[in-house]
């Protein structure tokens, strides 16, 4: 492991441990599972799930990965024998994540602000019915226009 993937495990682990212990943390989105809704650049607020009870449909949030955290919206929750399980979808990703368990979800997105890099406010809004498929043409054809301006950039 390299100096670089030290620090990212270090400061994933510090994030779940203060979400563990009720506070409130703010990092940086990256990717575009989230476009239009969250755009890479954004930071982001996670509070812990603990502080406003359980998730709803509609709402942002915030699923442990064994490299992180991933932000997608949560779009059901199914009971088998007995217990809940959640299943999150980024809002333009082709298809759902795997279903998880409470214990596996560290945080609700509460708020979100713009940087340098993305200067345009976040909508964390609760969102029921994200248009999966037009979400994810708008994402192909934004990296497709980014690949066609570094082409036309590398041939000057």
Same mark, same amino acid.
Not at 22 to 35: D, N, V
Not at 130 to 137: G, S, V
């Given at each position: 492991?390299?100096?670089?993937? /030290? ?6 682990? *510090?994030?779940? =441990?203060?979400? $563990? ?6 990092? =940086?989105?990256? +990717? ?18 603990? *502080? =406003?009870?359980?998730? %709803? ?6 699923? #442990? #990965?064994?490299?992180?955290? *991933?932000?997608?919206?949560?779009? =059901? ?6 217990? /809940?399980?959640?299943?999150?979808? +980024?809002?333009?990703?082709?298809? !759902? ?5 409470? $214990?596996?979800?560290?945080? %609700?997105?509460?708020?979100?602000? @713009? @940087?340098?890099? /993305? ?5 964390? %809004?609760?969102?029921?019915? !994200? ?6 043409? #708008? ?6 226009? &980014?690949? +066609? &301006? ?5 041939? /000057?």
């Amino acid at each position: 492991m390299n100096n670089g993937q /030290n620090n990212h495990a270090i400061v994933k682990d *510090i994030g779940l =441990k203060l979400l $563990s212990e009720g506070k409130s943390i703010r990092i =940086k989105a990256h +990717g575009y599972s989230m476009y239009p809704c969250i755009k890479p650049g954004s930071l982001i607020l996670i509070e812990p799930i603990s *502080i =406003k009870g359980l998730p %709803r449909p509609g709402e942002i949030i915030a699923v #442990r #990965r064994e490299n992180g955290l *991933i932000a997608h919206r949560l779009s =059901k929750i199914i009971n088998k024998n007995g217990i /809940n399980y959640y299943i999150a979808r +980024g809002d333009s990703n082709a298809y !759902p994540d795997n279903p998880v368990k409470i $214990s596996n979800i560290a945080g %609700r997105i509460v708020g979100a602000e @713009t @940087t340098g890099e /993305n200067p345009v406010p976040a909508d964390i %809004r609760i969102n029921p019915k !994200p248009n999966y498929f037009i979400n994810r043409i #708008r994402v192909i054809g934004l990296l497709l226009w &980014k690949q +066609g &301006k570094k082409r036309l950039r590398s041939l /000057n």
